[in-house]
């Protein structure tokens, strides 16, 4: 698999949602590298909108991928602490409205900070997912703030915090660019599988 072409399709909030094929949906704590990994995919750095203060993303947005191959979806980040309590409730409304009433939605990647062993709110995350069957897998970014030599203890506890597999956790710089292969392998897994439950 290789993305060759990406393009931004639409930004919603809550309410009615477009419906594009096989949708992939980027989900994870606030300023993780959720869109980062998107552009990073892409090989276009100013595909989705980044940055070093939390809550950039306060939108869904839409990517088509290879012209109707599949789309990638960016969320807002939850778990940002200096938001107001009603936008908190808000940005919830929209993660949630989308993975609950969204038609064409596939899979997701819940992508974590692979520094961070242990997240209550990605847990949680992860427990949703699983009582609505909506497959996903984790992706853990900012794999170059570790040394080499410890990332394979860090994905090990990564894995054991959400009762997986080693394997299904895919290690990525977003920033310098590594892991790429084995995610687009995973992409195309997930793009040529039927789900059982359909
Ligand atoms: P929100 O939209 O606010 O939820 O954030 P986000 O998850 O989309 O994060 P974003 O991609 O905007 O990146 C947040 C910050 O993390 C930026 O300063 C990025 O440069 C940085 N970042 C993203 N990926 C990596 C990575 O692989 N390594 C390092 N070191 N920094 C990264
Ligand atoms: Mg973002």
């Avoid at 552009?39 to 809550?55: H, I, V």
Wanted: net charge positive; with cysteine; charged share 20%.
């Amino acid at each position: 698999m290789r993305i060759t072409n990406a393009q931004f399709l639409t930004s919603v909030s809550t309410g009615k949602l477009p419906e594009y094929s096989q949708e992939i949906a980027v989900v994870g704590r606030s300023n993780v590298g959720k869109s980062s990994f998107i552009n990073f995919l892409c090989d276009n750095g100013k595909l989705a909108r980044t940055s070093s203060t939390p809550g950039r993303t306060r939108l869904i947005n839409y990517f088509d991928i290879n012209k109707g191959q599949f789309t990638l979806v960016d969320l807002p980040g939850y778990g940002f602490a200096r938001v107001s309590d009603d936008e908190k409730i808000k940005w919830g409304q929209i993660i949630e409205n989308y993975l609950q009433n969204s038609p064409n939605l596939k899979h997701v990647f819940i992508i974590v900070d692979i520094k961070v062993d242990s997240s209550p709110l990605d847990l949680q995350m992860l427990n949703y997912l699983n009582s609505y069957s909506i497959p996903y897998t984790v992706i853990a970014n900012k794999a170059d703030k570790l040394p080499k030599s410890q990332i394979p203890k860090q994905v090990s506890k990564i894995a054991t915090h959400f009762k997986l597999g080693i394997g299904n956790v895919y290690v990525v710089s977003s920033f310098k660019k590594t892991g790429k292969e084995k995610v687009l392998e995973r992409i195309e897994q997930i793009i040529t599988t039927t789900n059982d439950f359909e």
